[in-house]
């Protein structure tokens, strides 16, 4: 195996890891600062007010 | 990897969450209910006789433990969920060749709190509770399109050949040049000041929270490749 092959094989998990970080953050936020639930709404409203979400 | 950018992200949520909410509950909260008292009709400021005038004071955080303790865990989730797009960001850059020391992860941080509240503050500012504002779905269709506009045109900024970095100004100018959704009437309640000090104290209070959340992400990233 040649030194670009080895690195082409590391970096395909590391793009997988990558990608799985940047959907788990993008879906944390979704819940904490975008849903209108009412329950999340509630729990989020003074956090999200002093993180100037677009809240109500 | 995976494992790494999640370490990372969480260690740095907690740290830029328990910051922010210490710099919030000091400063933020208690004008964000000084503001409830106004939305509620506790306290008036434009009074009937047509005088502008209120007492300052706000009141005490109060014994809602159960409504505090909420605001901190939202704090440290929203960012980690932000920790997890810088840690995703600085490890693609890595991919890219460009390396990350804790130093420079405060300028990521930075930028990162540029992106997401300074520059959708420019067209949408903190708003106290009781602000009347256009429809909740134009609002956060402008603000994400601020954030990813913002974004881009920093990362062009930073790392774009040739002309690519004013085409990065350029972007980051767009959303502003088009404006951000507003109503036809003023409907504030609260006295402007307390609404003014309220947008400036909620935007010093993230920018701490970002910048210890880009130093803490770059810092951990380091420490667990090594």
Redesign the interface.
Known sequence: MTTQSKAIAASVPATAGITLAFITGLALLMASGYAQATALHDAAHDGRHAMAFPCH | ??????VS?ICAGIAAGLL?SVL?FTF??PL?LEGELYETGARVHFGADGSPQSDRGAPSLGGDWA??S??V???I??Y??????L???I??AA?KGITTSARQGLIWGLCGYIAV?LA??FG??????GTI?AE?GQ??LW?ISTILASAVGLGLIAFGRSYLPVAGVILMAIPHLLGAPHLDTFFGVAPPELAAEFAAL??G??AAGWVMLGYVVAATLKRLES
Do not use: D
């Open positions: 990897m995976a494992k790494n950018l999640f992200a922010a919030q933020v909260i964000l409504r505090h909420m605001t865990a939202f704090n989730v929203t980690t969920g932000y920790g997890l797009l840690a995703a960001m490890s693609f991919l509240q959708p503050a949408l500012p903190p708003e106290l509770p504002a909740v609002r956060q603000w909620s935007l209070a993230a």
